[in-house]
């Protein structure tokens, strides 16, 4: 069974820095499909990165792009999004999520095409 578990969340201020981390279980971080999505309040659930393990290319959010890294540490079994410049419109609870599938590019940034979620890590960017 597959688990994930975020961490690193909290308050940081705008133009500041943070990185949150996904543990993974029951699962290499080597095949499939795995992302980091965000929902703010009152917002549907939306597209931050995606890694697609495969083909070892990385996808962003143009929102995001320039500011988030997405990452991993194969000996920990873990994936990172470093969040840097901040801004209050990144204030969300953060989620990662995974499938063994190798999606196709149009469908990378659908939250229906992941099959296991984490329970999400809150981040409030705010002065």
């Known amino acids: 069974q597959v688990q994930l578990v975020e961490s690193g969340g909290g308050l940081v201020q705008p133009g500041g820095s943070l990185r949150l981390s996904c543990a993974v279980s029951?699962?290499?971080?080597?095949?499939?499909?795995m992302g980091w999505f965000r929902q703010a309040p009152g917002k549907e659930r939306e597209f931050v990165s995606v890694?697609?393990?495969?083909?070892?290319?990385?996808y962003y959010a143009d929102s995001v792009k320039g500011r988030f890294t997405m990452s991993r540490d194969n000996a920990l079994n873990t994936v990172y999004l470093q969040m840097n410049d901040v801004k209050p419109e990144d204030t969300a609870v953060y989620s990662c999520a995974s499938t063994y599938r190798n999606l196709i590019l149009s469908s990378i940034r659908a939250t229906s095409s992941y099959d296991d979620w984490g329970q999400g890590t809150q981040v409030t960017v705010s002065a």
């Open positions: 890694r697609r393990w495969n083909s070892g290319t990385t």
């Open positions: 029951g699962r290499t971080l080597s095949s499939g499909t």
